[in-house]
């Protein structure tokens, strides 16, 4: 609101952006988008151009961006848009607690989308080397007898083949008796997590859509073991049971990657142009003009959700890009 009251601001809706453009010397005039209420290409220039439209997204845009200057994708000579993408760690681990059992009832909805949260705390013990993963990862944890919002909120298992008056009580009973624990951990960059623009597969308006590459390390899947064994622990020591199997692999318990929705990386900053996209202003190195304001430019992710520093990154880009 501040910036439209201002009389600088147009917001141009449904605007598929598809590649940056930029002149003969390689500088950035402007983005190349589809309107998708008519399908046609248009043109908007710029002096500068900003680019936040996710981390993935925007290094779709970037390989896209192909011109005599940059036949690899825009501000590419290190090699490495879309390399090195990451994701939150992630598994989780469910138990029952029986001193949680036939509460009286009342309402427990309260402000959705927070967390309760536990952060790292094994930080001596890691520098010990009595851990077998680097970094670490924060607890987040629920319950309560929150809206079903559609679905069961008493496993089947625990209602077995009751019926009528019965299912109720065993309903009343175990409903809110569940908690739930789920770590969120740093990833490690690697050379096999990265994306690139699929050969063959494009959107519906003809413009060649990211292919992701995956990989985790042991790093990651020792982490995740980790926190289900931690989590089991926690549930034992509520004389709690706990659901599902605490010791499984590495490789079965983690989340897939992307699945936690914090993509960050692919186009990393840096203070060397040869090892990185960006430098520390979020601008890229081949194009003066040009700057990331998402996730892209992130060189390591840490266990926190990435949105703030994104804020934070950006509002400090803004400042240098007026100055």
């Known amino acids: 609101p501040p910036a439209l009251a201002s009389g600088n ?163 009343r009973r175990y409903y809110g008796s569940f908690v739930n624990y789920a770590c969120r951990g740093e990833m490690i960059p690697n050379e096999g997590s990265f994306a690139e623009l699929d050969p063959v597969v494009k959107d519906k308006w003809g413009i060649p859509v990211v292919r992701w590459n995956w990989q985790w390390s042991k790093h990651e899947l020792n982490q995740v073991v980790h926190a289900r064994r931690t989590f089991a622990a926690l549930i034992e020591a509520m004389g709690g049971k706990v659901l599902g199997d605490p010791d499984l692999p590495g490789e079965k318990a983690i989340h897939p990657g992307g699945d936690i929705i914090h993509e960050v990386g692919g186009a990393i900053m840096g203070a060397d142009r040869r090892t990185s996209v960006c430098n520390q202003w979020n601008q890229t190195w081949d194009v003066k003009n040009l700057y990331l304001c998402d996730g892209a430019p992130f060189p390591s992710n840490a266990d926190k959700n990435p949105t703030l520093t994104i804020m934070a990154l950006a509002w400090r880009a803004g400042d240098h890009l007026v100055e």
């Open 9 to 171: 601001l147009d917001i141009v809706a449904n605007a598929h952006a598809r590649e940056v453009t930029v002149d003969q010397a390689g500088k950035a005039t402007g983005v190349l988008y589809i309107d998708k209420t008519t399908g046609k290409e248009e043109r908007v220039k710029a002096r500068a151009v900003v680019l936040a439209a996710s981390s993935g997204e925007t290094v779709r845009i970037l390989l896209n961006s192909k011109s005599t200057a940059f036949p690899d994708g825009l501000a590419n000579s290190s090699g490495l848009v879309g390399k090195y993408i990451m994701d939150t760690v992630g598994g989780s681990l469910q138990g029952q607690i029986p001193a949680l059992e036939n509460l009286p009832p009342h309402n427990e909805d309260g402000a959705g989308g927070g967390h309760f949260y536990a952060p790292w705390w094994l930080y001596q013990q890691q520098l010990a080397g009595e851990l077998d993963f680097a970094r670490g990862y924060h607890i987040e944890m629920g319950g309560t007898r929150g809206m079903p919002k559609g679905s069961n909120p008493v496993r089947s298992s625990f209602l077995g083949s009751a019926y009528g008056s019965r299912l109720k009580q065993e309903a």
